[in-house]
């Protein structure tokens, strides 16, 4: 946790900044340990301060590593904004945008009426996008976590079992096999839905002939997995096998190209060369894939805008797919961790074109 600290410490000399006030909370759990649910954290160039309330002062006095610890006696910004570190006239403090409320923002701007408040982005993301040794472990603890419950629920995927009982049985078996809670809503569509890239659990029963597409994940100490697979209730037919078997070596050649060095675009176009060629590129109409980590979407992503290059030591999800409407659709998805000379894919669930 300090080293990540002193990181984010480096940076604020680069971005001119005094202080960053960091809210979101998977953040701070990144840099200081903190799993509670209420919480701020100040990280000055040669220290940090973190605040919450009472309810987490024997939790925080366990956890939080790195940073001085402050209980507040009324509420959380209005005992921060006395820190002394703050005062300094024109002290500038930079604030996550994309989390912080403007309604915040107006009463530490209040309570603070020297401070300079910049926004800024990124800063904690683009450290959290490189895992270490700690990180992977409970990545690759989650993804085996989801790999066997998907391949426990098949027996329970026939005709007239509604989406959303598949649902729960998904999540109740990541559960004991040691998730703390899903990743993010299980995604279960079948038939027509199965053309909905995020197609939650419905009422829909399953009918025989149907793709059913799932799109899930766990969280094991703190890290997700997210993985999707598709499957076909009976025999799947001529069509069905020509579209799964483009999206599965649209996969296999994305995974092939991927590796430390080349770019975010690269590894989404090769993919999307292999759909396209197929006749359908049109059907494909989202991005390639995201990092993961204390939360299902992270830097970086895979899409034809985006503009980062791969490092040793990033998760990412790898999912293409082809979406017909009111026919269905099918993706297959697989982390994979980049390394200096290719890749490593994480889950081992069956990819062959599964008939239930």
Known sequence: MKTRIKKLQQRLNTENLDVLLVSDLPHIRYLVGFTGSSALLFVFRNEAHFFTDFRY?????EQVKGATVHIVARQLIADAAELDALAKPNVKIGYESEYLTQAS???????LVTAVFLPTTGLVEDLAMVKDKDELSSIKGAV????????????????????DEIA?????????????KPAFDSIIASGWRAALPHGIASSKKLKRGE?????????????????????????????QKRIYDTVAKAQLKAIAVAKAGISCQKVDAAARKVISKAGYGKKFG?????????????????????NGILQPGHVVTIEPGIYIPNWGGVRIEDDVVIRRNGCTVLNKAPKELIEL
Do not use: C, N, W
Request: charged letters at 20%; hydrophobic letters at 40%; aromatic letters at 8%.
């Open 57 to 61: 002062k024997s939790q925080s006095a």
């Open 105 to 111: 923002l107006t009463r530490f701007q209040t309570s």
């Open 144 to 163: 085996r976590i989801s790999d066997i419950a998907f391949e426990r629920i098949l027996g329970i995927m026939k005709p007239g079992v509604r989406e």
């Open 168 to 180: 729960a049985e998904l999540e109740y078996q990541m559960k004991m096999l040691g998730s703390s």
């Open 211 to 239: 793709f059913v597409t799932l799109d899930f994940g766990a969280t094991y100490e703190g890290y997700v997995s997210d993985i999707t697979r598709t499957v076909v209730i009976g025999k799947a037919t001529t069509r």
């Open 286 to 306: 989202h991005g390639l894939g995201h990092g993961i980590g204390l939360v299902v979407h992270e830097l970086p992503r895979l899409s034809p805008e985006a």
